[in-house]
T-cell receptor, first 115, second 111 residues
Framework: DGGITQSPKYLFRKEGQNVTLSCEQN?????MYWYRQDPGQGLRLIYY???????QKGDIAEGYSVSREKKESFPLTVTSAQKNPTAFYLC??????????????FGPGTRLTVL | QQPVQSPQAVILREGEDAVINCSSS?????VHWYRQKHGEAPVFLMI?????EQKGHDKISASFNEKKQQSSLYLTASQLSYSGTYFC????????????FGQGTILTVHP
């Protein structure tokens, strides 16, 4: 079955540590996205990539980094520079590089907690 | 700029109807609706394109008023499974490749 997988489901991190969240898709989608969701709030865009080896900052990119070396993979690193990283992180993808008409499909999410 | 959803929360009994609105101050090309259960990923409901198109399936439908830059989601004869948080995501001319999501509307359906 095609879909988006994220791992791990739950992640605990000590302050000052960098952690990497995995996102893999086998839908053959061109574009991939990372969102952050805080309790009771909507989704905020961190980074997005429309093509391999290229990505753009979203609305809240500070303290995060990404790479897009393969079409199916878009890992997100939460660095120690991110002041309040505890949140629910969602990865999504679309078939083409436009969200005007394409459906965004979401992965199951990773819940990150900083201890 | 983030679209504004109203109301923030709705409580219904099974069989009742609800309307959720999503308004933007920017010109929109499309509005995407999602439903999210607690701790899970958002699930796609439908996309509305500019032109005032109304779409729907089963007892959930939506409209897009281009003049008002507003979309409305209609849930009729609600079921327990409709409970969750509903989000609208908007895409406009200057946001190519990005969706901007509203803050969400919490819908609770009781037996």
């Amino acid at each position: 079955d095609g879909g988006i997988t994220q791992s791990p489901k739950y992640l605990f991190r000590k302050e000052g540590q960098n952690v990497t969240l995995s996102c893999e898709q086998n839908l053959n989608h061109d574009a991939m996205y990372w969102y952050r969701q805080d309790p009771g709030q909507g989704l905020r865009l961190i980074y997005y990539s429309q093509i391999v080896n290229d990505f753009q900052k979203g609305d809240i990119a500070e303290g995060y980094s990404v790479s897009r070396e393969k079409k199916e993979s878009f890992p997100l690193t939460v660095t120690s520079a991110q002041k309040n990283p505890t949140a629910f992180y969602l990865c999504a993808s679309t078939k083409r590089d436009s969200t005007f008409t394409d459906t965004q499909y979401f992965g199951p999410g990773t819940r990150l907690t900083v201890l | 700029q983030q679209p504004v959803q109203s109301p923030q929360a709705v409580i219904l009994r099974e069989g009742e109807d609800a309307v959720i609105n999503c308004s933007s101050s920017k010109a929109l090309y499309s509005v995407h609706w999602y439903r999210q259960k607690h701790g899970e990923a958002p699930v796609f409901l439908m996309i509305l394109l500019k032109g005032g198109e109304q779409k729907g399936h089963d007892k959930i439908s939506a409209s897009f008023n281009e003049k008002k830059q507003q979309s409305s989601l209609y849930l009729t004869a609600s079921q327990l499974s409709y409970s969750g948080t509903y989000f609208c995501g908007t895409a406009g001319g200057t946001s190519y490749g990005k969706l901007t999501f509203g803050q969400g509307t919490i819908l609770t359906v009781h037996p």
